[in-house]
């Protein structure tokens, strides 16, 4: 038994048997060796067959592994899977087969209660065992590394979401937050960007993409010939440039300065510097800076106001004030839309043949439709005046030819540079009237 020597590396992983000089041996010998070391696991018999065949020579020297260990495994980390929180994807293919680079899905819109992932639970691991026979314990797997947010709730290993808003995914949380800051700009990087929450962009909204909230919207850069909609109000620290696209606010739209832009608000718009060739509607609409209005129109229902309308060169400049509320423009479209049928038959001499072969419900419908197209209508004059009584437009500084001030159809264009000036409706005469400021 001289000749074998049987080695095992520290971690009990794998036995060697080295062979030196000397009688002839059997395989039976080196089974017997490996026995008396106690060597159980993982046998090689290949390579003891092997070996067993060189024993023959009483010169041989050699060294062979003959047993091999199982190292134990690791335990599965636990995570987080789900559609919301899996990786960006480069683009979304259309209706041609065309990946659009626009859409990216940056940011995740998600409404109350809505599934957001599933947390997958680390595994135990799986237990490996040394050529001797001993058992070797595993690492269990950690927990996933995100902290849950105030804005999930979790049933079991579901989570979904308490809020509306955006799911948030880092390397260390996973949230729902109601305004989702994004740290840079909007480009192809990123692609288009849509919350069900309010949004901060920290950044520029570039040429061609899309911003659209439920909530507020907050632009600290410049918005060049892109599209931003949000339910709430859109604040834009620099410039609004372009008008291929436009910028639409449920409430108040606020920006530095508006060039060829296209501005629609529910509530006031507020341009802190100047406009120029700019269309912008809302209820109330302010140009404050020292340049004020120069070409474009301004559509203000119940006011605007400027430092200065129109610039020395003539530039044509539309001031629009006491127009009907957009909801009451279209409610009119519908109801003429209605009984557009019913005043057609009339004039071509058909609508007694057509009441005659209707019923009593369909006759009433006609003329219930005709009845609720004139009170819209009387309720709209009714509505034009009150707000033509109530509105005004302002000018701090001066009014230059070529702007065109208009209440309902009435319509003043000074012939001569005006000073500060506050222009209303009179109703009895039908004209704009001025009143000069001091």
Known sequence: MGRLQVTITANGLEARLRVTPGPMAYIEDVQATLADAGITHGLDESAIAELAARLADPRARCAVAVAFGTAPIRGADGNLVGELVADRSPGTVDETGRIDYRERATIQPIRTEEFVAEIMDPTAGTPGWTVSGNMLRSEPGNRHAERIGDGLRQSGNRLFAKRDGAVLHTHDLLDVVPLYTHSGDVD???????????????????????????????????????????????????????????????????????????????????????????????????????????????????????????????????????????????????????????????????????????????????????????????????????????????????????????????????????????????????????????
């Open 188 to 438: 192809f990087r990123s692609g288009n960007l849509r919350t069900n929450g309010s949004l901060r962009i920290e950044g520029d909204v570039n040429a061609g993409f899309t911003v659209n909230a439920d909530g507020d919207v907050e632009i600290r850069g410049t918005v060049e010939d892109a599209s931003v909609t949000a339910q709430g109000s859109v604040l834009v620290g620099a410039g609004i440039l372009g008008n291929t696209h436009s910028i639409r606010a449920g409430k108040d739209i606020v920006c530095h300065h508006a060039t060829a832009a296209k501005l629609i608000a529910g509530g006031t718009i507020t341009i802190e510097k100047d406009a120029v060739q700019t269309t912008a509607r809302g209820e109330k609409v302010f140009a404050i800076g020292p340049h004020g209005v120069r070409g474009g129109a301004l559509y203000g229902r119940e006011c605007v106001a400027a430092e200065v309308l129109g610039c020395q060169a003539g530039s044509t400049t539309r001031i629009v004030v006491g127009e009907a509320p957009g909801q009451d423009a279209r409610a009119a479209r519908e109801h003429l839309k209605t009984a557009r049928a019913t005043r057609v038959a009339i004039r071509n001499g058909r609508h007694d043949a057509t009441l005659a072969k209707r019923s009593g419900k369909a006759t009433r419908n006609l003329t219930n439709a005709l009845d609720s197209e004139r009170a819209t209508q009387r309720r709209l004059e009714r509505r034009r005046r009150e707000q033509l009584a109530t509105a005004w437009v302002r000018v701090s500084k001066t009014c230059y030819p070529g702007t065109v001030i208009r209440f309902g159809d009435a319509e003043l264009r000074p012939e001569t540079a005006l000073g500060p000036s506050i222009f209303r409706y009179d109703s009895d005469r039908n004209e704009v009237v001025r009143e000069t400021l001091q």
